[in-house]
């Protein structure tokens, strides 16, 4: 008979468990051996495990490794070699992100781990063996691995595909505003969303370059560069979508502002109850988990990059986004090793004149490969021919677009959803007049000149000289 069961690693593992406790999360590539005595009959080849990282001492002195739930496996040998000794190894291991001690399983739910595990060995309420294989019921089991889903999103679903069971466990929490209880079963989630379509087509030469630049000359990025309204972002977003065909779980969006800090990025330390604060993953670490659970292209899409400076933000993680050291390990401050996969791509968009500070980092600067987009007249009479705007005016408008480049960019997008004069009209009023009067508050006569090729725009509109005239003095 196959049972499930907690390894429970000691102070004879004391290296085995700091070797397990610096690796990163994810799919664990290596067997883990180790000698015990009394193994349970029930536990034998198969039998699925959670590994825990004891103690390496009989004080109860704090060691240098979060003690818990480290890793999901399953075991392949369970051999006696003499007397009562035995020799396990354990393989298919899967690292969690962090260790789940009793205490954060207990708050998490308390009601569940009520029903579920309060008589479960190692972390049940009376449990005190000191034995490393301590059997579980299939409940307990899935319980386990539920609430570890539950609380960790990013690996939720590699989880539940380990461990079938855990799919109907419920997990009830109790929210702190109301003290409700409410329920929630990993099959009874919200709906799953269907994938995004992507508006570009295969042939798009930003998307061709894009390719070019990550599959063959191994940039570990790709800024898109250019001026307000030339379709960054959404270039940005439309390429994510490409990349990852539409897949909701692969690409994620995060937007840089002037107090974003590290730990809203890499990890960080936050409230955990009444207890003190506890580490957890961010943006780029649950990104790096699921690129490692991927096969495909994983995409994380930075907007706004030099809101912020962007090398604090990502500090030591910068260098090794880096095409070339891709896979390879590095400490963070916690002193967690990580490594960033090949197959984890970074989109960023940046306005070059609108930057929070002076200049970004030059080692920052040199791991991106740079695309600039600049306005463009063809996208422009393609928003205005879709919008049914008349030739005559279409002709108008691109004349006054084309000579406007030449005092400042202002890109294309701007001019979406112009469909008649009246909204090119409200577009200079009510946007375009206040950036050409912010950027040239000290140019009187670049304000001026701009102003003339808007009268000549109007007037190209209205032939009639004092309808045209109606309509400057209106938008002045």
Known sequence: MVSPAFVRLGPSSAALTRQLDEASSGIYNEDVELTCAQVPNQFSPG????????????KGAATDWAQGIRAYGVCKRNERIEGNKYEIVIGDILLLPRSVSKIELLEA?????????????????????????????D???????????????????????????????KIIARPEESGELTENSAEEGEPELPNYKSELEDDDPILREVRHLIEDDNWGGVMLQGAPGTGKSWYARQIAIKLTGGDRYRMREVQFHPSYQYEDFV??????????????DKHLLEMIQVAKRSEGSVVLVIDEFSRTDPARVLGEALTYM?????????????????????????????????????????????????????????????????????????????????????????????FRTVKDEASLRRLWNR?????????????????????????????ALNPNPAVAAAASGDSA
């Open 47 to 58: 039998s699925p495990i959670w590994l825990w990282l004891g103690s390496d001492n009989n």
């Open 109 to 137: 739910s308390p009601e569940t781990y009520a029903r579920e595990l309060a008589e479960a060995a190692v972390i049940g309420l009376n449990n005190y063996s000191s034995q490393v294989v301590q059997i579980l019921s």
């Open 139 to 169: 409940s307990e089991f899935a319980a386990i691995g539920a609430m570890i889903a539950d609380m960790m999103p990013e690996i939720a679903e590699e989880v539940r595909k380990r461990i079938p069971g855990s799919a109907g466990i």
């Open 267 to 280: 990890e960080g330390y936050v409230p955990k109850g009444s207890t003190g604060f506890t580490l957890r």
């Open 322 to 414: 880096e095409g070339s050291l891709r896979g390879v390990d590095f400490r963070l401050p916690s002193g967690r090793r990580v490594n960033i996969p090949k197959n984890l791509i970074f989109l960023a968009t940046m306005n070059p004149d609108d930057r929070s500070v002076d200049e970004i980092d030059a080692a920052m600067e040199r791991r991106w490969a740079k695309i600039h987009l600049k306005p463009d007249v063809d996208k422009l009479r393609s928003f205005l021919e879709s919008n049914g705007v008349e030739g005559a005016m279409i002709g108008a408008i691109i004349e006054f677009f084309v000579a406007l480049q030449n005092h400042v960019e202002i890109g294309h997008a701007f």
């Open 431 to 459: 946007q375009l007049k206040y950036m050409i009067q912010k950027r040239f508050r000290f140019d009187n006569d670049t304000k001026e000149e701009i102003g003339v090729l808007w009268d000549k725009c109007l007037s």
